[in-house]
């Protein structure tokens, strides 16, 4: 059947980000650490696995790549990581810890010593990869809301957990930014704890706060920037275990929609009910809003078929509109770059079942309002 090209509605299909780094550099970096190997050896490594990454994403059909995170100390701390033995505790009562479902906790440091800055900015993963590829590249960056939790403004004198909101949100603003200007895709806001945080404070007291710290940061972006900002939120994946996967969704999705940016990318696969959440967010997006939805389940160890990931497309296609539809995974395959349980190989292949699921999803919904048009 023809297609009418004016008409036909692409519906993108994006990553979140992270893949797991080949054995040799998870080896190169350990070796590092212990000062048995060189820095520049180690970044040639790195650049080698960036460039293997780029090379082989290209093959799966992605239109848009990642660095896949492979140089990053975790999608969360990389902003903090170089001064963690410094302006840092590890011990103490206000130290946040976060429990997964499978019993082990990664805990987030607290703040001694002012002002909170970053040592690290995004653009540099964003920057090392464009060395290899010309294709638009995505960056993800951590929200600021996470970063919140380390300092609660009562330990550092003359430091108020005002004064620290505002570095805060000028050093998250700069990461965003710097990364707009060189050039980025999208610019993705890691907003992996919006779930986990009505576990923490079941008031919901906790969210709204996080929601205005994001949003006093997006408040210094244009409409036109705001375009190319998104965030992810999902239940968690570190060592295949999850943080909050017995949060009920559709508990965040009123507030997470308030974030005044445009493109959302959501957990969808492992959801209970996924029609009355994807029935909800038809009813909460906004016109300039575009909404990715999980079709592939990064911690199952199977393959998903481009069947299955077509079937999902076609179930969100009932609650939202195809213009404002997209698709992605659950969340990164490796977000704390230590996830063996699954090959890069495997993420691969969910990757290119996603794109060909997606396309599949695309000519249906395409040649079914086409058919609409004609008759
Ligand atoms: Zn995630």
């Known amino acids: 059947m023809a297609r009418s090209q004016k008409n036909w509605i692409i519906i993108p299909t994006e990553l979140i980000g992270s893949l797991p780094r ?163 895709d999208k610019v993705q806001l890691d907003f992996a704890k919006a779930r986990l945080s009505l576990k923490m404070d079941p008031s919901g007291n906790l969210l709204k706060e996080f929601i205005d710290i994001n949003n006093r940061m997006l408040d210094r972006f244009n409409e036109e920037e705001r375009k190319k900002l998104g965030v992810h939120v999902c239940s968690g994946n570190d060592r295949g275990s999850t943080h909050s996967a017995d949060v009920d969704c559709s508990r965040i999705l009123n507030e997470l929609f308030q974030l005044k940016l445009n493109n959302f990318y959501l957990q ?37 078929t481009s069947e299955i990931v077509r079937d999902r497309v076609l179930t969100a296609a009932k609650y939202i509109p195809i213009e404002q539809l997209g698709t992605t995974d659950d969340c990164g395959f490796s977000p704390y770059n230590d996830n063996e349980l699954i090959t890069r190989e495997k993420c691969y292949e969910k990757i290119r079942a996603r794109v060909e699921g997606t396309k599949l999803a695309e000519e ?6 086409q058919k609409i048009r004609w008759i």
């Open 364 to 369: 249906i919904l395409n040649l079914s309002m």
């Open 22 to 184: 080949a054995a040799e550099l998870v080896e190169a970096q350990r070796a590092h650490k212990y000062g048995e190997l060189s820095t520049n050896r180690l970044t040639f490594l790195q650049e080698k696995d960036i460039r293997h990454v780029l090379r082989d994403l290209a093959r799966t059909g992605s239109l848009q790549l990642t660095d896949g995170e492979l140089t990053k100390p975790s999608f969360l701390n990389y902003p903090i990581y170089d001064l963690a033995q410094y302006n840092y505790s590890f011990d103490g009562k206000n130290i946040t810890t976060i429990t997964y479902a499978d019993g082990h906790r990664r805990c987030l440091p607290q703040l001694i010593k002012s002002p909170f800055r970053y040592s690290t900015f995004a653009v540099k993963y964003l920057r090392a990869a464009q060395k290899y590829t010309l294709r638009p590249l995505k960056q993800a960056v951590a929200a600021p809301s996470v970063l919140s939790l380390v300092y609660n403004g009562e330990t550092i004198k003359n430091y108020s957990r005002e004064q620290f909101l505002n570095d805060l949100i000028d050093e998250a603003e700069k990461d965003v930014r710097q990364c707009l200007e060189a050039g980025a």
């Open 268 to 304: 969808m696969t492992t959801e209970l009910d996924p029609d009355s959440i994807l029935s909800l967010i038809g009813k909460l997006i906004k016109p300039h809003h575009r909404v990715f939805i999980g079709v592939i389940n990064p911690r199952d160890l199977h393959v998903e």
